[in-house]
Structure formats: C-alpha cells, structure tokens
C-alpha cells in the first residue's frame, strides 16, 4: 500500500459532514448508501433525506450552534439527522435508547439540548419509554413519526466557526459508570480526517458492502463504520443491535465483504457455531476488532473461523477515535493494535513527562488533527488530559517494537497496587480470556483492610465448558507471578456491558468492594 499522503487528504476534506454523502449523491447517485433490512436507500435519496430532515429541523426552531440530541438504535432516520444537523451547524447528541433514564436524563442536563428526537422504531421500545417519560409529542418526519421533545428556550447557542477544525460536529458523552459522564467534543475535521483514514486504509471501494451493528451512538460506530464506509461510496447495512444469527445472515445473504466489530461480538459468534471447526463461506475480505484488547486466543480462533487476518486497533472516544490499527498489508500474528495511523503522532513518558527508553513501558501521549476540541463545559478536565504542544495525555500504558507497533500494556487509572507491586488489568484478564472456558473477563480492585488492594476477576464461562473458580486459579498460578494473581475469580452469567460491549468496570468495581 502506497504511504498517505495526510496532507493532501486534509486539504481535500470537505467543510462539512454533509459532503461525504453529497459527494456520491453527484457522482453515483443510483447507487446504494443504506439497507436497513427492509430497503436500500441510494445516495441520492439519502441526500434527499438530508435536506428535506434539515428543514424539519429548522421548523422544529433548531440554530446554528444548539444541541440536538437524538435518543435512538442505529436506523436510516439517525443517519440522516446527524448529517441534517451537521448541515445547519448544530451539534449531534446521539444517546442510545438503551441507556437508563438516569443517564438519558444526566446527558440532557448537561448538554443544554435545544430539542430531543426520540427514534421510537420497533428495534428500540426503550427509546420510546424515554420519549414518554418526557411527554415528546408525535411529530411527522421524511421517516415515519417522531417523538419531539419540547424546546428548551434556554439553550444559548455555541459559537460557530467556518472552519472544520473549530466548528463542533458531535457531543459525545463516554461511557458513565458513576457520577456525571463527560460530553467530548469532536470538530468536523475530526471526524471527517478519521472517516477518510479508516476508509483508505480499509481499502473500501463504492463496491463494498459493510455491516454496521456497532452503535452510531459510539464514536466508533460513528466515524469508523458509518462515516467511513459512506466516505469511499460503500453501502452500510444497518443493524440496531447485534445477534449472532442476524450477523450469519447478513454474511450468507446480503454479500458482505467488511465487518468491523468489538472482541466480545467475534466471541457470541464462536459460541453460536459451536467453535472454529468449520470455516465459515463468505465473501468477506475485511474483518477488524477494536473497543476493547483481544485476547490472542480470540484473535486465532477468529482468524480460523474466516480464514482472513483478524485486524486489530486503538482508540478512544478522545482521538475520535482512532490511534493506531494493523495494516491491511502487514496482518500481525500478535496482540499489538498495530501503527499509529498516518497524520498521527504518539509519545511515550515517564512519570515526569520525559520519553522513555526504545522498548519500555511509558504513558501514552498522541498529537494530531484526531484530537478532540475538548471536554463540554469542563475547562479543568480537559486541562488535565491535554499536554503543551497538542499533546492528549490517553492514560494508557503503551510499549512501541522497533518497526513502531503498539502494544497496550493497561490504564494507569486501573493500576492496582498490590503489596507495592504492580498489577495491569490488562494482563491478567488476557491470561484468563486464553483459557477455553472463558468468554471474557474483568479485573478490578479492591481496597483491603490494612490500606493494600486484592486482585478480583469477573469472569463469563462459555456455555460449551465448565470450569471452577479454583480450577481457574490453579490455571492462573502457572502463567503469573503470584502477586497478580487474584485474590477471588467471581463467575457471572452475563458481564455488565455498554452497548458496544464495552465492559462496565465502574459496576464491578462497587460489586468487588462487597
């Protein structure tokens, strides 16, 4: 693959997100955009949409500068809007229905939304409740009825800025386990300089066919999957919530030749089958993980089951959000997430901020025109991720290889001290997530009595096996030094999980202290 040319990819950005589907609304307008599992909807007509939803949105009193926020599944409708609001420069709040009234209602507060949107599609009765809980009024729209929430005439416009570096496209609230989440601004230019890498160095072409069940509420789902696929004139077939047998058969019906999901979807898809025993036919020349670390059993019973390279990468919502990602030329046998992507700079510290020696452990620090405009509304957190120079501090532990491969090493907020020792998550739970028995897990402190922590593990049991906590631990003693062995191996039915899989550490850290 032929190096990229950031420059000129930034230079040829559009101002907008709007021009990513009016790009191919001109040059191929007949050809398909969406599916939504009823119908497709070519670019031109998505382009219709657009405009015909901003002018909704303008009627409904929405402002350049105001929120939106949109409470839904992944839908066509959902589209459209982020792409109508982006249009009259307003903010996209995309919040999953899924999510409780607590944290719908704490997203509201903070973000000062003009007006909410609820999708109430029959794939999401939740975001219906939430529409009735707020008494949102039955509105017609290019998409069937909509549940409009009344206005805020409160909500004080933000400033808007002709430039796409500046001009916020998206509010995105990171996942909140306590306490209030925090609303992550992500420009135009963010989002549009990660949809055009992702896109390039996936390789896409107007004739893929990609599949879209990782939440466009996340901003992997967002700018990787949905933005990304439209940016190269792809057509995105829309899920709004993944089931392994919905994903077989979109791969034996609908021809796909990307699929994009996190660790613990490749994993219900393992068990679905019964294993790697057969490989699976299809027409898929792409697989890629990311949104949590893939344990390397994973990855090889994965890359058994497709007969492709499972592709790996980094990110978070920050850096909107790709960092790094293995090269469709260069697949890697390894647990590495793969090179910083073209246009993106990492570092690696110490404690006080110095790069650390080739092949250490350091902190990891990332500069470039992925890095977010900053956190909503809290001057101080963002003063407190951000580094002089540009830097966003990702407080991760990272370790570089020679050829600039990055290997995730775990979260210095997660760090566990045990008898002055320390102990990564990440470590242990790559050890357990090998064992066959073992679907996924999650390790977190616990404060102990004498001011030490203990090492707990929750752990998922695949089904197929069985396995106990001691057996587990015995497991353990052979392949860990025994201070990061954990104290108690906890087994649960169903881990806490984010709608995009992301394990709820927050939830099992309150359930440790117990």
């Given amino acids: 693959m032929e190096p990229l040319d950031t420059d000129r990819l930034l230079a040829a950005l559009p101002a907008r997100l709007g021009g990513i589907p009016r790009r191919w609304a001109a040059h191929s307008p007949h050809a398909p955009a969406l599916h939504d599992g009823a119908r497709h909807w070519s670019y031109a007509e998505l382009t219709a949409a657009i405009d015909e939803t901003a002018n909704l949105l303008r009627a409904l009193e929405l402002r350049p500068g105001d929120r939106l926020m949109v409470v839904g599944e992944n839908c066509v409708a959902q589209v459209a809007l982020i792409f109508a609001a982006a249009d009259i420069d307003a903010w996209i709040v995309n919040v999953n229905g899924r999510l409780s009234a607590r944290e719908v209602d704490q997203i509201l507060g903070h973000s000062g939304a003009r007006r909410v949107i609820y999708l109430s599609t029959p794939a999401s009765p939740e975001s219906a409740a939430h529409g009735q809980r707020h008494a949102a009024e039955p509105t017609p729209s290019p998409f069937g009825t909509w549940m409009v929430g009344a206005l805020n005439a409160d909500c004080a416009p933000e400033p808007v800025h002709a430039e796409s570096a500046q001009q916020v496209a998206a509010l995105i609230y990171t996942t909140g386990t306590t306490g209030q989440p925090k609303g992550v601004m992500l420009t135009h230019r963010n989002l549009l300089f990660i949809a055009a890498v992702s896109s390039t160095l996936r390789g896409l072409t107007p004739t893929d066919r990609a599949y879209g069940v990782l939440p466009i509420t996340h901003v992997y789902g967002l700018a990787s999957v949905m933005l990304g696929t439209l940016y190269a004139g792809a057509c995105l077939y829309l899920c709004p919530r993944f089931a392994p047998d919905a994903v077989l058969k979109a791969i034996r019906d609908d021809g796909l030749t990307i699929l994009q999901g996190v660790p613990a979807m490749y994993a219900r898809l393992l068990e679905q089958l019964g294993g790697a025993n057969e490989p699976l036919p299809s027409r898929l020349r792409f697989i890629y993980a990311g949104g949590s670390p893939l344990a390397p059993s994973l ?168 396995v106990t906590p001691e057996e587990l631990q015995q497991y353990l003693a052979g392949l860990l030094s025994p201070y990061k062995c954990p104290s108690e191996i906890i087994e649960m039915q169903t881990l806490p999980a984010a709608a995009t899989g992301k394990i709820l550490k927050g939830q099992l850290r309150q359930l440790a202290q117990k």
């Fill in 299 to 466: 990855k090889a019973q994965v890359q058994q089951l497709f007969g492709l390279p499972l592709h790996n990468g980094y990110g978070m919502t920050e850096t909107s959000p790709t960092i790094s990602q293995t090269r469709l030329d260069q697949p890697r046998d390894d647990a590495s997430v793969g090179q910083a992507i073209p246009g993106v700079e990492v570092r690696l510290v110490d404690a006080g901020g110095d790069d650390v020696a080739p092949g250490e452990d350091g902190e990891l620090w990332v500069r470039g025109p992925n890095i977010m405009a900053g956190y909503y509304r809290e001057p101080e957190l963002t003063a407190a991720a951000m580094r002089d120079g540009g830097w966003l501090n990702t407080g991760d532990v990272a370790r570089q290889d020679a050829d600039g491969a990055l290997f995730i090493v775990g979260r210095t907020k997660e760090l566990i001290i045990r008898s002055g020792f320390n102990v990564y998550p990440l470590e242990v739970e790559t050890m357990l997530n090998a064992h066959p028995a073992v679907t996924q897990s999650a390790v977190v402190g616990r404060n102990a009595a004498d001011g030490n922590e203990e090492v707990v593990a929750f752990v998922e049991i695949d089904p197929r096996h069985r």
